[in-house]
């Protein structure tokens, strides 16, 4: 029975032209191997003693796993097991590539591990262990819009870190990830299945207080959860992953894990000036600059690159309307102006 360890970040639709697999587990054993004793040219058999090796691997569809080998292989009858079960599995090669469908759909978002044997025309067997995240057909069109970093304890408007997301047009969420950093930490959200529609806000709250009205709104109920800035309005789901950087950070949206970005922020304290040191955050902000969404100053970057603003607990940080990227997209919301699971007020 397999135990699947965490999600990789890597796993993805699997195209010929990828090079090699990237940030999925991969265990191979080879049941052939050289003789033991010297290996002076001429003494060892001239036969193949090589296993198969991956080259690539991922999801292939909403009912495929697809594995790319340096050699034609064919796939070891009864080798083959998903967990979770319930998913009956079917293995077919195609020369180098190995096919494996799946009997019903895979659940958007949601982890996976497979095993399964290989073998080449000389007989060589490679074992594999593969942990990827579900494959989601229909992600949403997301876009960030609102912030709120650090805590206020206000008695009369209590706010803690949360971010908000507009769904431009629906889909499932499954697999969405959300990303932060700091200098010195970075953490991420992948968000489970669930269907969204066009107009919905999603409220990521990044620092619960472990209350038991603190329920993630993963069904049609948008008013099930409480705790500080839940919203009737909007969705609330809840984090303990760790806060937003309090003064200057980058947040970056994936539509999968390990895809490509395709929204963020990157905000400094204006106290901040110079060029980026080369850590988490620099790490972070060359990844929207790679992604066209921000443009950089010099290799690394420099802080007047950001939104620049002034931290603040009774401000949050939002987005214009005509959703523009860079600094020039952003602006501070009036003082107790914060407003998750709602639309954004006019600008200042």
């Known amino acids: 029975m397999l135990n699947p360890p965490a ?11 990828t090079a090699a697999a990237a940030g999925v587990a991969v265990l191979l054993a080879c049941a052939c191997s050289p003789p ?3 290996t002076v040219a001429g003494l060892l058999p001239s036969r193949d003693l090589s296993p198969p090796q991956v080259l690539d691997a991922g999801p292939s569809g909403e ?24 998913i009956a599995l079917s293995a077919a090669s195609r020369g180098a590539w190995l096919d494996i469908a799946f009997s019903s759909d895979q659940v958007p978002g949601a982890d996976y591990a497979l095993a399964g044997e290989v073998a080449d025309a ?5 074992r594999f262990l593969f942990r990827f995240v579900g494959w989601n057909g229909r992600p949403p069109t997301l876009r960030l819009s609102e912030l709120q970093t650090a805590k206020n304890s206000s008695t009369l408007h209590p706010h ?27 953490y991420s959200y992948r968000f489970p299945s669930i269907e ?14 472990s209350l038991s009205e603190e329920k993630d709104e993963t069904g049609t109920d948008l008013a099930a959860s409480g705790g500080v800035d839940a919203s009737p309005a909007g969705r609330d789901l809840w984090s303990l992953a760790g806060g937003l950087p309090d003064e200057s950070g980058v947040v970056a949206l994936r539509w999968r894990p390990g895809g490509e970005i395709v929204d963020g922020l990157f905000y400094a304290a204006e106290s901040k000036s110079g060029p980026l040191p080369n850590d988490k955050l620099a790490a972070a902000f060359r990844g929207l600059v790679d992604a066209g969404l921000w443009t950089s100053a010099g290799a690394l970057g420099a802080w007047e690159d950001a939104f ?7 401000r949050s940080i939002n987005r214009a309307a005509l959703w523009p990227n860079g600094p020039s997209g952003w602006y501070l919301s009036e003082s107790s102006g914060q407003s998750p699971g709602a639309a954004n007020p006019p600008p200042p």
């Open 7 to 17: 999600p990789s970040s890597g796993s993805r639709r699997v195209s010929p032209s």
């Open 160 to 186: 803690r870190d949360f971010i908000e997301l507009e769904v431009v047009n629906g889909g499932n969420m499954g697999g969405v990830m959300l990303e932060w950093a700091s200098s010195i930490k970075a």
């Open 63 to 86: 009912r495929g796993f697809g594995l790319r080998f340096d050699e034609e292989v064919s796939p070891v009858e009864g080798s083959f097991a998903l967990e979770p079960a319930g």
């Open 36 to 38: 033991a004793g010297p």
């Open 196 to 209: 969204v529609e066009k107009g919905e806000r999603v409220v990521l709250h990044l620092a619960p207080e």
């Open 308 to 314: 620049r603003w002034k931290p603040s607990v009774s």
């Open 122 to 126: 000389a007989g060589n067997h490679s």
